[in-house]
């Protein structure tokens, strides 16, 4: 929600493509947001149905979004990016729903991180085998502005805080996050 409101979103129509049992679609409503939802997995769909008061589409996001163009204030794209065959349709689809000066915000593995290299295979993108795309930050801003999308701000962020969940070996790493943001 911060990260909306700190690049420009303090309110308005914001649809969460990939939006799983509706958790963040949920925080959206209760921020004041109106809040719909793009996911592909039907149980996951009825979860959010009984969560949010907002729309949840069943569908893949590589489909035309069913939304008339210029709709929408925000298009939120967390950690979905990379499951995505073809991302550029789908980019497509958030650009033309996204309203004038309307913000896309994507969060993904970046190919340059830091935990790349020390866990190799064991990095979490190699461990979950739905992942089909890696994006460093040139291809993803290439991705962007091949769509239409003018770049405001590309950050790459290191989250020491919430390192070693997925991996002990990188658990010590932790500490870093006490000092370093």
Known sequence: IELLRRN???????????????FFMAALEQAGYVATGIELS?????????????E????????????SEARLDAVTMLDVIEHLRDYARVLESCHRCLKPNGKLLVITLNAHSLARPLLGRRWAWHQDPTHVHMFSPRRLRSALETTG?????????????????????LKPLRLIGRVVH
């Open 8 to 22: 420009g979103v303090p309110a308005g129509h914001v649809l969460d493509v990939g939006a799983g049992y509706g």
């Open 42 to 54: 039907t149980h996951a769909v009825a979860q959010a149905r009984e969560r949010v008061l907002g």
């Open 56 to 67: 949840v589409v069943e569908q893949g996001a590589e489909t035309p979004f069913p939304f």
């Open 149 to 169: 999308f003018a770049i405001e701000r590309l950050v790459t962020e290191s989250n020491f805080c919430s390192v070693g969940e997925g991996n002990k070996f």
